[in-house]
């Protein structure tokens, strides 16, 4: 195995461990009532989780639903150790998932075919589908799992799976930027039968969000690499390669990349459908 088929673009992900008892207590974790920053030095051995029916396996849950806060998505850093994985990996049948691979190599079998997972592969995985997961590599596997709960819409059935790589992806400029901010988009953003949408959000050095973005998506973040600073409501965030920011609807946002090299993010949000709406007394 070669270092690119094992690393790919070199994005950071968790491997455990415990700082020294000489350590400072001190970090940059927050949570308030409207985002959430979970700094890469949190992500521990002892805030890992196990899950059933996954062999050689841990997941750092990075994002969960909560009432009051962000409800729509959960999101894993899933480690899997050579041999391991899952014959049962989703539980909830109406539960669709997005995979993105940041280290490692192995094998999502969907519907009975084989597809390879190296670094930089996304997989999208409708709901009601059988698939299952397996590290047949040397190395651990490492990759997010978005997890969310479909809502289908009558007339339209589900989306389709995809499977492709990052580096098959054209980025996407934004207008009005020079190509110094760009998406990178796994999905077709005009299919109205996909509930959600999982970007890369890449800015080069110096670039800037412009604008107080404030919008009903939730969003979830994670920087695969670079550095920046991060408007999250009424706060400016140093963030880097490795942390996770947890935004609710409406949280206002907005960034400037720090250099000296690019910054780019994973990013999901929930679109396309319209908000559900409370149901008066009598369930009319």
């Not at 959960?74 to 669709?96: C, H, L, N, T, W």
């Not at 059988?130 to 009558?154: C, I, M, Q, T």
């Not at 999982?198 to 973040?221: K, W």
Request: charged share 25%; net charge negative.
């Amino acid at each position: 195995m070669t270092g690119r088929e094992g690393r790919g673009q070199g994005y950071y992900a968790p491997a455990g461990g415990l700082p020294g008892q000489d350590a400072l207590l001190s970090g940059r974790a927050v949570f308030t009532e409207a985002y959430a920053v979970i700094p890469q030095g949190v992500m521990t051995d002892i805030v890992t989780s196990a899950l059933p029916f996954w062999d050689k396996t841990r997941a750092w849950i990075i994002a969960r639903p909560m009432s009051g806060f962000a409800e729509t998505f959960s999101q894993y850093i899933v480690e899997v150790a050579p041999g391991g994985g899952s014959e049962r990996p989703e539980p909830d049948p109406g539960a669709e998932a997005a995979l993105f691979v940041v280290e490692g190599t192995g094998r999502v079998t969907l519907d009975g075919a084989d597809h390879p997972l190296t670094p930089d592969d996304f997989a999208y995985i409708p709901p009601g589908r059988s698939w299952a997961l397996v590290n047949d590599g040397s190395v651990p596997l490492r990759f997010h799992w978005l997890r969310k709960a479909y809502e289908p819409v009558d007339g339209l059935g589900p989306p389709d799976p995809v499977f492709v790589n990052e580096r098959d992806v054209a980025p996407h400029p934004m207008p009005e930027t020079e190509g110094r901010w760009s998406t990178t988009r796994f999905f077709d953003h005009d299919d109205m039968r996909l509930d959600m949408h999982v970007t890369i959000v890449n800015l080069e050095p110096g670039a800037v969000i412009p604008f107080l973005e404030t919008h009903v998506m939730e969003h979830g973040l994670y920087v695969l690499e670079g550095k920046g600073v991060y408007r999250l409501n009424r706060d400016w965030v140093e963030v880097e390669a490795g942390d996770f920011m947890w935004l609710r609807a409406f949280c206002p946002q907005a960034c400037y990349a720090g250099g000296p090299g690019r910054f780019r993010y994973l990013l999901y949000k929930d679109v396309n459908r319209h908000p559900r709406l409370p149901r008066a007394w009598g369930g009319r």
